[in-house]
């Protein structure tokens, strides 16, 4: 089972088990709805723990998520930072999108350079994301996931082409 991150829970809100999530997913509204299976997943210690969705709103930044099997607050303090996440074979997404995960391991060409290294890590700053790049000497650099930089993904054959600026790579 390949699980894939929705976010963490950061604490409960009210008494009737409602946590605050803060969400890595861009489907939250399809992930969320209600009757959903999920899992909450200690990676600590490697528990998961299957869940039911029965309500979920978000405000601002982030996602309120009840659970049916924890109906108060006394039930869901024990899974305060667990992450909350899915088998990623039961969240189909529309075709001609791609999973951040699918993008690690592959190959990154640039236009005039070529192969320069392999993407290792998709990474969220404060309004972007960048592919972080192990280069071939084993540096890395962040290059911003925009249209302007990464031209193109194909998950298929594991690459992606960009076209990155002078100075970007030493």
Known sequence: MTLLNLGTILKPKGLDG????????DFADIRYKIGNKLFLHNEKN?????????????????????FEEYPSLESI???????????????????????FCDMIGCKI???KLGDIGTCVSI??????????????NNKEILVPYIDV????IDIDNKTINVKLIDGMVE
């Open 77 to 99: 303090e024990p899974f305060i930072q667990w992450k909350i996440v899915i088998d990623k074979d039961n969240a189909p997404i529309e075709e001609g999108l791609y999973y």
């Open 109 to 111: 060409i640039d236009e």
């Open 46 to 66: 490697g528990t998961l723990i299957e869940v039911t969705v029965k309500k979920c709103y978000t405000s601002q930044q982030f996602d309120y998520v009840t």
């Open 123 to 136: 990474d969220e700053f404060v309004g972007k994301r960048s592919l972080r790049i192990k280069l071939k």
């Open 149 to 152: 930089f990464v031209k193109n």
């Open 18 to 25: 409602t946590v605050k999530v803060y969400s890595t997913t």
